[in-house]
C-alpha cells in the first residue's frame, strides 16, 4: 500500500495560480513508474489533467496545456503541479495518482475553487 499526501488546494479568483504537491508517505523499495494527476469537477466524473513518467516525459490534457505545468521532485517521491491562469472550469476536487509496482494508487483529494 502506498500512501499519498496532498496539499496546496483552496480559492483563488480567476486568473491566479495555485501550486499543488503530492508525496509518497512512506519508504518505497520501487521506482514509481508514474505520477499524475486528476480532477473530478462538481457533478462531473474524474478527467486526466497531467502525468510525469520517471524519465522525464510528461502529458497534458488539451485543456491545460500550457497553463499547468507538472514536475517530478525528491527522488522522485514528489510531483507537483503549477497552475497558473486559473479559470472557474478548474474548480474541483484534485487527486494525485501514482502508478507503482503494477498498482495504481490515489491521493484524498484536494479541493480548488476559483471565483469570478
Known amino acids: 500500500q502506498v500512501q499519498l499526501i496532498e496539499s496546496g488546494g483552496g480559492s483563488v479568483q480567476a486568473g491566479g495560480s495555485l501550486n499543488l504537491s503530492c508525496e509518497v508517505a512512506e519508504r518505497i523499495f520501487h521506482p514509481i513508474s508514474i505520477m499524475g494527476w486528476y480532477r473530478q469537477p462538481p457533478g462531473k466524473g474524474r478527467e486526466f489533467i497531467a502525468n510525469i513518467i520517471s524519465a522525464g516525459s510528461t502529458n497534458y490534457a488539451a485543456s491545460v496545456k500550457g497553463r499547468f505545468t507538472i514536475s517530478l521532485l525528491i527522488n522522485k517521491r514528489m510531483t507537483t503541479l503549477q497552475m497558473n491562469s486559473l479559470t472557474r472550469e478548474s474548480t474541483a476536487v484534485y487527486y494525485c495518482?501514482?502508478?507503482?509496482?503494477?498498482?495504481?494508487?490515489w491521493g484524498q483529494g484536494t479541493r480548488i475553487t476559483v471565483s469570478s
Open positions: 495518482s501514482v502508478l507503482y509496482s503494477g498498482d495504481c494508487y
